[in-house]
């Protein structure tokens, strides 16, 4: 009895010589590059703490950016079309156990596509400042990003370019760095049987709605809606002015004029891309919805068992291209100056996420995540 | 015969652990064959545990992804055992003498109790949104401290009123002055119920933290590691923190009963 | 010195009457045993010439000097023992000469002395759960003798013993108590162990708690426990007491 007690001690030992070995190579990692931390945080709290100096600052969607340089709690450090110009970022994607039990799919897939086609268009025209509309898109931003500001509004559209367009090469380039980036359970790569990135991103994303919607553009929506108008589970993002077309889509009756009604999704709007991939996608409480890219593209591989088509989704169009911010406090003057100090993002996986370490990945830093 | 006896516990305790593995494999083989599964749980989201154990191994140490630095268990770990350490130690400087007050002073008993009854049956989870606002730092050394520091208060007011009764009388008559009965009497034999305390409430603490890392976020810590993990979709990596926890906290729990049996050594 | 007197002290738990009226006296250097039935009241007495309780009429005195609040001259030797389990028997032994604030050559001295004393040479180390109960009593004995009181109170001491090892602690104690020569209240509800020890047996009946006879022991040392005066003595005592343990246990 004696005897084991000292064993168990000189275990016990050991295990704690190992944790504080652990402690010193963690400080000399740390003592060596000074990473910049990465914090996941809702965009309230990334609001509220660079005003408190408790983040020296975040990576984020509009509006959030927006509303805490219109708040003076901060400014713009890096726009992300300046880390990747015209990269993709939110995409409308469709949940592949609804497509394969729904018979007319394909039909309401070209009309979401025609769909978001012609809010782009109203959002570009209105975006004016002297268009008729102008007035009409800065209230429905505001509704939609939760903003009370009108110049937080102006501002943060500013920043959105707003499209239909898929963009299969864009993808490509999400993926290998997504796979630089040590994201993938390579475990689950390998089991997906996909050869590299673009063969990837080929199965990923799907032209033809969008072809069909230019096609359709300009004809009447009368002529071209479904005779049988069908229900759609919908998912977003919360507050995500990337995803406007979908509201200004939603709120113009152009989904209902095309035959399609929309209802939101158990659990949407979601707090980000991962919980709508795995809470809606993967559950089938949703049966399309807008995301950013990345996390379509990380949950299709790591969340999926590729005996089934739970965490399977196509890409039929784009949202946006760009439109999110690094935003800093006031004496912040480079992103240097954010090592070895915490940066809110949404979360891993995310688009904030993949384009942070981009930009840390230009200047030599390092980014624990 | 005594010794044999535990050696044959020891086994049927080690059969167990493998018996529950094989089921794990098994089940999850069947499922993923799709002979069995259950109504509204994806058992196909789960990992088997020879997935578990290459995660485990993978992710033990820190990852180096270009720019990207992913800490491994290993630091996640030693993170959350230092918040622990520090709430606990706080807590313990704090509830010791609480509990020694008011099991000792009928006055200070009265002071405190309301207060005490109250708080205590608030969980340390309750504690988490507060913690986040109030706290520009160590909020998560605080839920700790919430923990952690009931269990002891508790503990050694019991300790200090269970306090045999003759010892009081037979350091009375032997001249001991009030002072030096709380500190040459009621500590002491309060002392077994103090580390008791001590141990109940390290128990609830490391639950704690692990709840307060996935809302109180840090970049290190089993339980943002876990989240994170989650995040990913990475539920292998997931399951093995979730062990990784478990284990820590068996460790830890094991570690004081065996520090309490070493260091009092009067005990029966 | 070590007189204690007791003057028709009354004592009541609530509306208990335990004691009434009772009045004895040990003289300095008298071995007097406390003999009655349980529940008569002899704890009760301890506790009251040990100044743990207070009297309710009455009054003792130790040395002319009315006991009140707890008697610092006296020592108290528990039948459990009440060995603090966290000390040695070393530091069980010292604590009063600790608690005095003697400086630690001193208690050093006297834990050395006691421990020769009641032979536990070897033991200075081990915890009380370690040893056996006469072993713990002889500890008990020490740490009383070690804060050098004036008078030892000593309640059913060997009561948890057995046959044997209680024939020895007797003498054990009876050669310590011709050492260091103090006065001994000693109390029991063993007719043998009152007669084997006392210079006095004190008689107590029951309901309430009142001293029924008071009988001196006039018996060379050492005595024989199976001498004719003893039996004669033991049979007297016998006596007083069978009727008290009769209406004892009539009254339940
Ligand atoms: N603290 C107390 N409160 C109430 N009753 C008590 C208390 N102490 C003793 N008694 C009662 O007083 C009586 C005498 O007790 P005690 O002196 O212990 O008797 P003895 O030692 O002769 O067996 C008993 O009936 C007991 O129940
Ligand atoms: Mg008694």
Redesign the interface.
């Known amino acids: 009895m004696k005897n084991s007690v000292k064993k168990l001690f000189i275990v016990i030992f050991v295990i704690f010589s190992i944790f504080v070995a652990g402690c010193l190579q963690s400080n000399q990692t740390s003592e060596n590059s000074a990473p910049i931390n990465l914090v996941k945080m809702s965009g309230q709290e990334m609001i509220q703490k660079l005003g408190t100096g408790e983040i020296a600052g975040f990576i984020m969607w509009e509006p959030y950016p927006a509303i805490a340089v219109t708040k003076g709690l901060g400014k713009d450090l890096i726009l992300s079309g300046k880390i990747w110009k015209d990269h993709p970022c939110c995409v409308i994607a469709y949940d592949e156990d609804w497509y394969k039990s729904t018979n007319n799919s394909d039909e309401i897939l070209k009309r979401m596509a025609l769909a978001q086609l012609k809010s782009v268009e109203y959002i570009n025209n209105a975006k004016q400042s002297d268009s008729p509309d102008h007035e009409e898109l800065i209230n429905y931003t505001m509704q939609f990003g939760g903003m009370t500001d009108p110049a937080a509004a102006n501002l943060s559209l500013a920043d959105v370019e707003f499209v239909y367009n898929t963009n299969i090469p864009g993808t490509t380039t999400f993926i290998k760095n997504i796979q630089d980036f040590g994201i993938f359970d390579m475990g689950k790569w390998n089991q997906s049987g996909y050869k590299n990135a673009s063969d990837y991103a080929n199965s990923l994303v799907t032209n033809n709605y969008v072809d069909w919607a230019i096609n359709n553009k300009d004809a009447d929506f009368s002529g071209i809606s479904l005779q049988e108008p069908v229900n759609v589970r919908y998912g977003y993002l919360i507050n995500d002015i990337h995803e406007l077309p979908f509201y200004i889509g939603w709120q113009k009756g152009y989904y209902k004029n095309l035959g399609i009604n929309i209802s939101i999704g158990e659990g949407a709007p979601f707090q980000n891309g991962a919980f709508e991939m795995q809470k809606g996608f993967k559950s089938n409480t949703i049966d399309i919805g807008s995301l950013g890219i990345p996390p379509v593209i990380i949950h299709r591989i790591n969340s999926n068992d590729f005996s089934t088509d739970d965490a399977r989704v196509g890409v039929i169009a784009g949202m946006n291209n760009e439109g999110s911010v690094i935003v800093v406090s006031n004496n912040i003057t480079s992103l240097k100056d954010l090592s070895g100090k915490t940066v809110g993002y949404p979360g891993p996986g995310t688009i904030q996420h993949v384009l942070f370490l981009m930009a840390a990945e230009k200047e030599g830093l390092r980014v624990s995540n | 015969m005594k010794i044999g006896e535990k050696k044959k516990e020891v086994v049927i305790n080690l059969l167990s652990l493998v018996g529950f593995v094989l089921l794990w494999q098994i089940i999850l083989i069947l499922t993923r064959e799709g002979i069995f599964s259950i109504p509204f749980i994806r058992l196909r989201d789960i990992p088997t545990p020879v997935e578990t154990w290459h995660a485990l191994i993978g992710s033990m140490f820190t990852r180096i992804y270009g720019p990207s630095l992913t800490y491994g268990i290993y630091n996640h770990v030693f993170a959350s055992l230092e918040r622990v350490i520090e709430g606990g130690i706080i807590a313990f400087i704090i509830g010791v003498p609480v509990g020694i007050g008011v099991g000792y002073s009928r006055i200070i008993g009265n002071i405190f109790n309301p207060i005490i009854e109250i708080v205590r049956n608030m969980p340390p989870m309750a504690w988490i949104p507060i913690a986040i606002f109030i706290f520009v730092s160590g909020g998560s050394i605080f839920i700790v401290f919430i923990g952690v520091v009931f269990p002891i208060i508790l503990n050694t007011i019991q300790g200090v009123r269970s306090t045999?009764e003759?010892?009081l009388?037979?350091?009375?008559?032997?001249?001991?002055?009030e002072s030096?009965i709380v500190t040459?009497?009621i500590i002491?034999?309060a002392?077994p119920s103090i580390m008791t305390g001590l141990r109940i409430g390290l128990g609830v603490g490391w639950m704690a933290i692990v709840a307060a890392e996935m809302v109180i976020r840090s970049p290190v810590g089993l339980g943002y590691f876990i989240w994170n993990m989650g995040d990913l979709g990475r539920y292998s990596e997931m399951i093995a923190g979730m062990i990784v926890i478990g284990v820590i906290g068996y460790i830890m729990n094991i570690s004081i009963l065996l520090l309490q049996r070493r260091f009092?050594?009067?005990?029966? | 010195m070590g007189r204690l007197v007791l003057e028709s002290v009354t004592k009541k738990f609530n509306s208990f009457q335990a004691l009434e009226n009772v009045s004895f006296e040990v003289a300095d250097g008298e071995f007097v045993c406390l003999l009655g039935p349980s529940g008569c009241g002899k704890t009760t007495v301890l506790?009251l010439a040990?100044g743990?309780e207070a009297p309710m009429g009455g009054n003792l005195l130790l040395d002319g000097n009315k006991i009140e609040g707890?008697?610092?001259e006296?020592?108290?030797v528990?039948q459990?023992y009440?060995l603090?389990?966290?000390?040695t028997v070393k530091e069980n032994i010292e604590?009063?000469p600790?608690?005095?604030g003697l400086n630690k050559n001193e208690c050093d001295r006297i834990s050395k002395h006691y421990i020769d004393l009641v032979g536990l040479n070897g033991f200075e180390n081990h915890?009380?759960?370690e040893l056996s109960g006469g072993m713990k009593q002889r500890v008990g004995i020490a740490?009383?003798y070690a804060?050098n009181p004036k008078l030892l109170?000593m309640d059913e001491p060997f009561g948890a013993l057995d046959a044997q090892t209680r024939n020895l602690m007797q003498g054990e104690l009876l050669r310590i108590w011709e050492k260091e020569h103090i006065s001994v209240l000693f109390v029991t509800h063993s007719v043998d162990e009152a007669v084997f020890l006392g210079d006095k047996v004190v008689v107590m009946s029951a309901r309430p708690g009142k001293v029924k006879e008071i009988f001196d022991v006039k018996l060379p040392r050492p005595r024989i426990r199976t001498s004719l005066e003893a039996n004669i003595i033991r049979d007297k005592v016998l006596k007083s007491l069978g009727m008290e343990i009769k209406l004892a246990m009539k009254d339940q």
């Open positions: 045999d003759r010892l009388d037979a350091a009375r008559t032997l001249g001991a002055s030096k040459k009497v002491p034999s002392f009092i050594k009067w005990e029966d | 506790r040990a743990l707890v008697n610092k006296c020592g108290f528990f459990e009440a603090f389990p966290w000390r604590f009063g600790q608690a005095k915890y009380p759960k740490r009383a804060n109170l």
